[in-house]
């Protein structure tokens, strides 16, 4: 079982930057999974994808965030980050980051870190 533990939440006022880490306790490294991904979920909405590493494909965001955050990976630190630049209220939500070996699978989750943007 692979544990995910998210940091770098907090309160900060619009236009503001954030930077999210999600660091894996994984003896066998994060190398083995090729998807790593940020999902964020705010009260009564679904959680949506925010940002997303497949190896060998091109980066994806959702459009809300294109432009303002960056999504990367650092294998040997076993950790993922959400670079969030030019914060606006519409990204207050709970970000929860996500790593799996297949497209298909469910993979593992982090608990969650909330992010609450001030106007």
């Known amino acids: 079982q692979v544990q995910l533990v998210e940091s770098g939440g907090g309160l900060v006022q619009a236009g503001g930057s954030l930077r999210l880490s999600c660091v894996a306790d994984d003896p066998d490294g994060i190398f083995r999974f090729p998807f790593v991904a940020w999902y964020r979920q705010s009260p009564g909405k679904e959680r949506e994808l925010v940002a997303e590493?497949?190896?060998?494909?091109?980066?994806k965001y959702v459009d809300s965030v294109k432009g303002r955050f960056t999504i990367s990976r650092d294998d040997p630190k076993n950790t993922i980050y959400l670079q969030m630049n030019n914060l606006k209220p519409e990204d207050t939500a709970v970000y929860y980051c996500n790593m799996k070996s297949a497209r298909h699978y469910s993979g593992y989750w982090g608990q969650g870190t909330q992010v609450t943007v001030s106007s």
């Open positions: 590493i497949s190896r060998g494909e091109p980066l």
